[in-house]
């Protein structure tokens, strides 16, 4: 007896409710199923009595990096009833696709993600015939919602559905390995079957393959696929969420707003439709947003007319959502509503849009039996945990001087790393030069912890395996930035894992040389410049493959801070901050920086004194010179609008120098007091932002050399504490000086000549 093949819409109720009723009225020997076939010595594993939503989680590990897989399942899922209601009909139940972990599915991250984008060009024109919005519209519009439909009606429309989808369209060699590999186990279980059903549940765009592809060929039963060898490769169950079933929130698969087709498989299209309806109310309600009682009647109303309008039996998804809005937004929407069109619902949405979604979406969470297997990551994360007294809530402080807390430490840092939920360092050091030793942490409780941990086991069976892999994948991915990079290797060190091989080392260094972003490898230098330098309480200190970093780093900064071309503009503080990283790197690492002293000086030079260079970044060779011992001369610029910004570079490379030589701050004082009003104004914000690199104590002193050279005594840290914003003043006055000389021009008001006292703009 040849296979039956039912097509189905991933999580699709409709589907599932034809599966349920085939496999009730065909009692079937073997029922076949979409899933991954090394989990067909585990079924037993996936009916425990877990709480839906779960997931098969997969992943390979191997040298090149590491993969990972979900195959959910919710209980409209048409695959979780087929393999419940086969089981129960007495059915043998086996998956019959490749592993998730199998490079068929190198481009996808989930099992039941359709390739819609393959077919978008028959669905708009599908669209455009039933004059809907998008796929997700034409499904309800021609399936969720006509509950009447009888079983061979439903399948006689999917397969057509179906059909013309798939059409000609060309299939990808990955898909074309699952459909062979599949197509063998139909064809072996139809051998062993004899004169019994097969009942073979798919994806409706393989159903028109695999019936050819199930009609000849061999009938032996097909291997399972093992992890290449050099690879590690494993599948577990991991509680999942409605969230991260919702194509709102960026699933590959499926149908959006799953809390609504809970509800539809449940209760039914027109129950489903009443529910929708109270679930936004009361959420909307719940955040204080106002819904009336006439607003819902009038939203009841607008759904049962558009679903009137638009042949429906029951009021759709779309036909609520659109009822809703038109209820209670009354301002405009700057942007589609993320029911009309497919995709992820974007920044920036109207806040009612937002909750809408939201309530559609759910809050379900699934929940593992007790007895579910899990991966040795989990018992060793609970060991440490214990033996550390870090598994309970609550704030935890810790003295990084002290071996157990730096140890306790540590395994907070592989946590955070790793992502895991519940596990938030609120302060401590940020950088291998920061002196603090104290850090504090958040632990909380939460139901997202279980299923991180276990995804986290795709890195290693150990915490510190785990976060070493995670690392080093980071590292050594090529869209990974520089100041990524740097973050990552810090990370490192605060971890306590090895995750820097020999090898990386150059790797590394080679991405910083290529590096275009000045700031960034600036950033990148800072960051493990302060490792090697400092860091023997995080073991980093001194480490080669750190000063492979610090040479390419240093270099590169030199490179490009050289090549930088502009004219006047605002200070750029990340570029600034990539020079004095430089200045430390040549201070107190020259033993590892390749590039010779006497070069970097003439580099500074040239910028200090060539015309096409940025006043900031000009001011910052002069600081970069003078920093290293080789003062030039200083010529602060009288323009206003590059006064502030030049001082700004000298500043954040020589602040020391400049207070110990008064003749910088002297002239400047001299300069500032010959600006009129209007260029005071021009260069004040950007003399506020170069003053802003002196620390508060150093400002003082020189607040206290203002007033001596004015023999004035006053305090200078009133000086410091204005009552209003300085550039504000500032423009009140520019102001006042514009109103009175239009007066006196309109022969409103004497022209007057007072004397302007010395340090008016002080």
């Known amino acids: 007896m040849p296979a039956e093949f039912i097509g189905v819409r991933h999580h699709s109720p409709a589907c599932a409710r034809l599966v349920a009723a085939r496999i009730a009225e065909l009692r079937p020997a073997y029922v076949l199923i979409e899933g991954p076939v090394d989990m067909n010595d585990r079924l037993d594993e996936l009916l425990l009595g877990h709480e839906l939503p779960i997931a098969v989680f997969s992943y390979l590990r191997a040298e090149g990096g590491t993969r990972m897989s979900w195959s959910p399942f919710c209980d409209h899922s048409p695959e979780w009833v087929a393999l419940t209601a086969g089981r129960a009909a007495g059915a043998e139940v086996r998956f019959i696709d490749l592993p998730a972990w199998h490079s068929a599915f190198a481009e996808r991250d989930n099992r039941y993600s359709d390739g819609a984008l393959r077919y978008s060009e028959v669905t708009a024109r599908l669209c455009r015939e039933f004059a809907v919005d998008n796929s997700d519209t034409l499904w309800d519009h021609m399936v969720e919602i006509h509950a009447d439909l009888g079983p061979a009606e439903l399948a006689e429309r999917l397969n057509t559905y179906f059909d013309v989808l798939r059409g000609d369209t060309d299939i990808s060699t990955a898909d074309n390995d699952r459909e062979t590999y599949m197509a063998a186990w139909v064809r072996a279980a139809v051998a062993a079957a004899g004169d019994r059903p097969v009942l073979v549940i798919t994806g409706g765009l393989h159903r028109p393959a695999l019936i050819p592809l199930s009609a000849t060929g061999g009938t032996a039963w097909p291997e399972?696929?093992?992890?290449?060898?050099?690879?590690?490769?494993?599948?577990?169950?991991?509680?999942?969420?409605?969230?991260?079933?919702?194509?709102?929130?960026?699933?590959?698969?499926?149908?959006?707003?799953?809390?609504?087709?809970?509800?539809?498989?449940?209760?039914?299209?027109?129950?489903?439709?009443?529910?929708?309806?109270?679930?936004?109310?009361?959420r909307l309600r719940d955040r204080n947003q106002r819904v009336s009682t006439a607003d819902l009647i009038a939203a009841r109303t607008?759904?049962?007319?558009?679903?009137?309008?638009?042949?429906?039996?029951?009021?759709?998804?779309?036909?609520?959502?659109?009822?809703?809005?038109?209820?209670?937004?009354?301002?405009?929407?700057?942007?589609?509503?993320?029911?009309?069109?497919?995709?992820?619902?974007?920044?920036?949405?109207?806040?009612?849009?937002?909750?809408?979604?939201?309530?559609?979406?759910?809050?379900?969470?699934?929940?593992?039996?007790?007895?579910?297997?899990?991966?040795?990551?989990?018992?060793?994360?609970?060991?440490?945990?214990?033996?550390?007294?870090?598994?309970?809530?609550?704030?935890?402080?810790?003295?990084?001087?002290?071996?157990?807390?730096?140890?306790?430490?540590?395994?907070?840092?592989?946590?955070?790393?790793?992502?895991?939920?519940?596990?938030?360092?609120?302060?401590?050091?940020?950088?291998?030069?920061?002196?603090?030793?104290?850090?504090?942490?958040?632990?909380?409780e939460t139901d997202l912890r279980l299923p991180a941990l276990i995804e986290a086991a795709a890195y290693g069976a150990t915490l510190p395996d785990a976060a070493a892999v995670l690392i080093r994948r980071r590292?050594?991915?090529?869209?990974?930035?520089?100041?990524?990079?740097?973050?990552?290797?810090?990370?490192?060190?605060?971890?306590?894992?090895?995750?820097?091989?020999?090898?990386?080392?150059?790797?590394?260094?080679?991405?910083?040389?290529?590096?275009?972003?000045?700031?960034?490898?600036?950033?990148?230098?800072?960051?493990?410049?302060?490792?090697?330098?400092?860091?023997?309480?995080?073991?980093?200190?001194?480490?080669?493959?750190?000063?492979?970093?610090?040479?390419?780093?240093?270099?590169?900064?030199?490179?490009?801070?050289?090549?930088?071309?502009?004219?006047?503009?605002?200070?750029?503080?990340?570029?600034?901050?990539?020079?004095?990283?430089?200045?430390?790197?040549?201070?107190?690492?020259?033993?590892?920086?390749?590039?010779?002293?006497?070069?970097?000086?003439?580099?500074a030079q040239r910028i200090a004194t060539r015309a096409d260079v940025p006043p900031d970044l000009a001011g910052a060779g002069l600081g970069l010179s003078w920093a290293l011992g080789a003062p030039g001369e200083v010529h602060v610029p009288t323009a206003p609008n590059r006064m502030g910004d030049w001082l700004a570079g000298l500043f954040a490379l020589a602040r020391e120098e400049v207070l110990a030589d008064e003749s910088v701050l002297a002239t400047l004082d001299g300069h500032v007091a010959d600006l009129g009003d209007d260029d005071f104004l021009v260069a004040l914000p950007a003399l506020r932002q170069a003053f802003a690199f002196f620390p508060p104590a150093e400002r003082e002193t020189i607040a206290h050399g203002l007033l001596a050279r004015r023999g004035l005594r006053r305090s200078a840290r009133a000086l410091l504490r204005t009552t209003?914003?300085?550039?504000?003043?500032?423009?009140?006055?520019?102001?006042?000086?514009?109103?009175?000389?239009?007066?006196?021009?309109?022969?409103?008001?004497?022209?007057?000549?007072?004397?302007?006292p010395e340090g008016t703009h002080d």
């Open 724 to 756: 209003v914003d300085p550039v504000l003043a500032a423009e009140a006055a520019a102001l006042e000086s514009r109103v009175e000389d239009l007066l006196v021009r309109e022969g409103l008001l004497p022209r007057s000549t007072p004397e302007t």
């Open 302 to 444: 607008q759904a049962g007319g558009l679903a009137a309008l638009r042949g429906h039996p029951h009021p759709a998804r779309t036909d609520v959502l659109d009822a809703l809005v038109s209820a209670l937004v009354s301002d405009g929407l700057e942007q589609r509503l993320p029911w009309t069109s497919d995709g992820t619902i974007a920044p920036g949405a109207h806040p009612v849009v937002v909750q809408m979604v939201a309530a559609l979406t759910g809050d379900r969470v699934g929940r593992l039996h007790d007895a579910t297997p899990a991966p040795p990551l989990l018992s060793a994360v609970d060991g440490e945990l214990s033996a550390l007294a870090l598994d309970r809530a609550g704030r935890v402080t810790l003295d990084l001087t002290g071996e157990r807390d730096l140890r306790r430490s540590r395994v907070l840092h592989r946590l955070r790393v790793l992502g895991i939920p519940g596990v938030r360092r609120t302060s401590g050091p940020t950088g291998g030069a920061d002196p603090t030793s104290a850090e504090v942490w958040e632990l909380t």
């Open 224 to 282: 399972v696929p093992t992890p290449p060898v050099g690879s590690e490769g494993d599948s577990y169950l991991v509680p999942y969420s409605n969230r991260r079933l919702d194509a709102f929130q960026g699933y590959q698969s499926g149908l959006p707003s799953p809390g609504y087709y809970e509800r539809l498989w449940a209760d039914g299209p027109a129950r489903a439709a009443e529910g929708l309806l109270e679930s936004v109310a009361k």
């Open 475 to 603: 590292v050594t991915d090529p869209d990974t930035g520089v100041a990524e990079l740097a973050a990552a290797l810090y990370d490192t060190a605060l971890c306590g894992v090895d995750a820097l091989a020999s090898d990386l080392g150059e790797r590394i260094a080679d991405r910083v040389a290529t590096a275009s972003d000045l700031g960034a490898v600036g950033a990148a230098l800072g960051t493990v410049l302060g490792l090697w330098r400092h860091d023997r309480l995080l073991g980093s200190a001194g480490s080669p493959v750190l000063a492979e970093v610090i040479d390419a780093a240093a270099t590169r900064v030199l490179w490009l801070a050289e090549g930088t071309h502009g004219g006047a503009g605002p200070a750029d503080v990340p570029r600034l901050h990539a020079l004095a990283a430089l200045r430390d790197a040549l201070r107190h690492a020259e033993p590892v920086v390749g590039v010779r002293l006497v070069d970097v000086l003439g580099v």
